[in-house]
């Protein structure tokens, strides 16, 4: 069964002074995550590895017991690509540098990038309440169709955004991370874990808190890994 591993960027300087948007580096902190979930998601790939080949070895001492000793030559099964998607903004980019290219597949993807907060960019919630008042209460009396003044976006075109990509999640088959932003982890979350649209916007995703989502026939298995040094 194919993984989907998801999480945010590790903490950002901007993240540190309650920035929202822009596009920031990581924190000490943040570099710290990104280094233990460069060592976490390795590690995850060797584990995954190992079982299927277990299963296989396996799969073929049964063979030899169905078929009177006999055994094909069957190969052993290729390991499955590895992907890591992140945004184009530096947070995330920064969170996956230390992956080693000859083992994972790294691309980043415009579409993965946070709300664009048009005006808003880069200000706190309280200086977005004091400077823009009304704007900061239309949000917060519907975050859905809320859109931020000069260009930005609202959580439904993020969705509009994200759903190619949740598309293409769907169908492949490869083992995946991706290293994303607050609003579009709650758009992916959701979407797996069927949570209503309106529910979406209010979601609690924390920083260093990776998810891991098995899809299944019946529907999609979800667990939470939860780093905290
Ligand atoms: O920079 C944007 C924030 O991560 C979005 O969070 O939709 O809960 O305000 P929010």
Redesign the pocket.
């Known amino acids: 069964d194919r993984r989907i591993w998801i999480t945010r960027h590790g903490e950002s300087t901007d993240n540190t002074l309650g920035r929202?948007?822009?596009d920031s580096s990581l924190s000490e902190r943040g570099r710290k995550f990104a280094a233990c979930l460069t060592k976490f998601i390795k590690m995850q790939k060797d584990l995954f590895r190992q079982k299927q080949l277990e299963k296989y070895r396996e799969e073929l001492k049964e063979e030899k017991k169905r078929y009177l000793n006999f055994s094909s030559s069957e190969p052993e099964p290729p390991e499955r690509n590895f992907l890591v998607w992140t945004s184009m903004l530096k947070r995330t980019i920064e969170t996956v540098e230390k992956f080693d290219s000859k083992e994972f597949d790294v691309m980043h993807i415009r579409f993965l990038n946070?709300?664009y907060?048009g005006a808003c960019e880069e200000m706190t919630?309280q200086q977005i309440e004091e400077e823009y008042p009304e704007e900061y209460a239309a949000?917060k009396s519907n975050?859905l169709y809320y859109r931020y003044p000069g260009m930005g976006e609202s959580?439904l075109d993020v969705i509009h955004r994200v759903n190619p990509l949740i598309i293409e999640l769907e169908r492949m088959t490869d083992n995946i991370l991706i290293v994303t932003?607050?609003?579009v982890l709650?758009i992916v979350l959701a979407y797996f874990s069927d949570v209503e649209k309106e529910k979406v916007?209010?979601m609690d995703v924390p920083l260093h808190t990776v998810y891991c989502l098995q899809p299944k026939a019946y529907g999609t298995e979800l667990l939470k890994w939860v780093w905290d040094e």
């Open positions: 929202i948007g822009g946070e709300i907060a919630y949000r975050k959580y932003h607050r609003v709650r916007p209010h």
